[in-house]
Antibody, heavy 116, light 111 residues
Framework: QVQLQESGPGLVKPSETLSLTCTVSGGSVSSGSYYWSWIRQPPGKGLEWIGYIYYSGSTNYNPSLKSRVTISVDTSKNQFSLKLSSVTAADTAVYYC????????WGQGTLVTVSS | QSVLTQPPSASGTPGQRVTISCSGSSSNIGSNTVNWYQQLPGTAPKLLIYSNNQRPSGVPDRFSGSKSGTSASLAISGLQSEDEADYYCAAWDDSLNGRYVFGTGTKVTVL
């Protein structure tokens, strides 16, 4: 059974960089069959796809966030990571990591609050 | 900034059939398959339907999906109290180098 677990700071100051890591167990980020993705959900709102990374390192980002997002992968640790720069209060959300293309496995999510 | 449009709410009594619509365009639903997710309060979304009408292992056959043109729908038959949740449709969108787009979400209430 594939499991994903997000980790990282729950509080980030405005203008700083949000950094999260997703640890995968029961499966490999080196698998060529899946996209390893980040998705977020502001409190009380809907889901927003942030982007994905393929095991080869190729990435694809949501155009609305592209200038601020970097997703990377560490195959040796079976992890992938998210960096979102220049955050504002609008970036406050529950951040999920998930396995794509059909997003059949999700992490439990981690709330990141942007506040001074 | 959701690209797929769903009704904000739907409701029914136990045992009834509820249908949720999802409207998109030629670049998403019109050219790619649709997935549906169920999100119970305080939990991560769960894949409910994939490839328009396929159920993952463990999903009851009360849940069914369909697609026609640039729209899709999710049907819940024999509504149960544990079906009270938010439901999201989603699809890959071929515009702008490709991105995954979600629907606006529908809150299903069991009366």
């Amino acid at each position: 059974q594939v499991q994903l677990q997000e980790s990282g700071p729950g509080l980030v100051k405005p203008s700083e960089t949000l950094s999260l890591t997703c640890t995968v167990s029961g499966g490999s980020v080196s698998s060529g069959s899946y996209y390893w993705s980040w998705i977020r959900q502001p409190p009380g709102k809907g889901l927003e796809w942030i982007g994905y990374i393929y095991y080869s390192g190729s990435t694809n980002y949501n155009p609305s966030l592209k200038s601020r997002v970097t997703i990377s992968v560490d195959t040796s640790k079976n992890q992938f990571s998210l960096k979102l720069s220049s955050v504002t209060a609008a970036d406050t959300a529950v951040y999920y990591c998930a396995r794509g293309g059909i997003y059949d496995y999700w992490g439990q999510g981690t709330l990141v609050t942007v506040s001074s | 900034q959701s690209v797929l449009t769903q009704p904000p709410s739907a409701s029914g009594t136990p045992g009834q059939r509820v249908t949720i619509s999802c409207s998109g365009s030629s670049s998403n639903i019109g050219s790619n398959t649709v997935n549906w997710y169920q999100q119970l309060p305080g939990t991560a979304p769960k894949l409910l339907i994939y490839s328009n009408n396929q159920r993952p292992s463990g999903v009851p056959d009360r849940f069914s999906g369909s697609k026609s043109g640039t729209s899709a729908s999710l049907a819940i038959s024999g509504l149960q109290s544990e079906d009270e949740a938010d439901y999201y449709c989603a699809a890959w969108d071929d515009s702008l180098n490709g991105r995954y787009v979600f629907g606006t979400g529908t809150k299903v209430t069991v009366l």
